[in-house]
Every structure is written in C-alpha cells, then in structure tokens.
C-alpha cells in the first residue's frame, strides 16, 4: 500500500473514530466541480456510531424492499473511501429520491474488491458507506432514514480477478425500503 494511501485511509479512520466524518455542507451550495480536488470526508462531524446504525433493528428486517427503483453503485479508488467528485451526482440521486419519497429509507452497502484480509475490508467497506451516509445527511435527509453496512469483499459485482472486476467491486449500493409496508 503506497503511504499516501495509508497516511489517508488512517486520517479517515481516526476521524471516524474521533466522531465521524461529515460532508462540508459550504461545499455542497455550489457544483460538484467546486469539489475539485477536495475530499468529502471533511473532519466536521456527528457522532459516527448514531449515524452507522441508527436503531437497532435493520431496515431489511423490518420493510419491504423496493423495486421499482434502482440506483447506481458509486466507485471509489483503489484502498480509497474518498467519493470521486464524478459520482457525487450519484449520491445526489439517491437524497432527491429520499426528499421526494418521504416514508423510504436506505441502506448504503459498502463493498471491496478481493484483495486485503476480511477484517481490512470490511472497515474499509464500512468506512465507504459512512462517508456516503454522511453526505446524505448533510444533503437534508434525517440520519434516522439512513444505515451503513459493509459487505468487505462478500459481495462482488464481478467474479473476476483483474483490475476490471476489482474496480467494479469497490463499490458502494443503494438499497431503498419502504416503511409504510412491513415485513
């Protein structure tokens, strides 16, 4: 692992550990472009633990899953939770639905590609999530509506074992419920 990306990955970890990261909500009044260069994962913070697992009851468990919606994965970095400014529109996607759609929640799934131990993974899909359920809360959208759940390298969009497929598991999904109807 190269020390950029370790000096990094350990900044995000002491901030989540420190109490979170947050979005710097300055940041998010103008274009994604204004995010040039920046990292989303500003040090402002709620506490981490209240945002990753609101409640102690998984949404899944408790509502049905949506269908007729399907939003796409957002991509990270090799050993990055750091949102590329390119896929913050996905993220965006997913709060305007929410704002629109007030009785649905999320789950955002963290995903790896196969490389690193289990254990390393799933902080790091984790770490992923939280930054993305984050950015959602500073987009409006109440910390309650959102979980954050790491599937490491449990969970592939691709078999394959090349740098094509490892960039199409590190990943972050969206998994929409609707509370109005319960399991």
């Known amino acids: 692992m190269k020390f950029s990306n370790m000096l990094a990955l350990a900044t995000v970890a002491m901030a989540v550990l420190a109490g979170g990261c947050r979005y710097n909500k300055a940041a998010k009044s103008g274009s994604n472009s204004d995010l040039e260069g920046k990292d989303i994962n500003g040090i402002e913070s709620q506490e981490a633990g209240d945002l990753a697992s609101i409640g102690e009851r998984r949404f899944e468990d408790m509502y049905a899953r949506c269908t007729d919606v399907n939003f796409a994965p957002v991509y990270f970095g090799f050993d990055s939770s750091v949102v590329p400014p390119g896929e913050l529109g996905k993220v965006d996607a ?9 009785k ?6 963290g995903n790896c590609d196969e490389r690193g131990s289990n254990e390393y993974n799933m902080s790091l899909g984790q770490n992923r999530a939280i930054i993305v359920l984050n950015y ?11 979980q954050a759940r790491s599937y490491g390298e449990e969970n592939p969009a691709a078999e394959g074992h090349d740098e094509s497929s490892w960039a199409k598991n590190r990943r972050d999904d969206f998994a929409i419920f609707d509370t109005s109807v319960r399991k």
């Not at 649905?104 to 799934?109: A, G, L």
């Not at 959602?136 to 959102?146: H, K, M, P, T």
């Open 136 to 146: 959602l809360v500073q987009s409006g959208i109440d910390a309650s509506r959102i």
């Open 104 to 109: 649905r929640v999320v789950v955002v799934e």
């Open 94 to 102: 997913v709060a305007r639905h929410l704002v629109d759609n007030p």
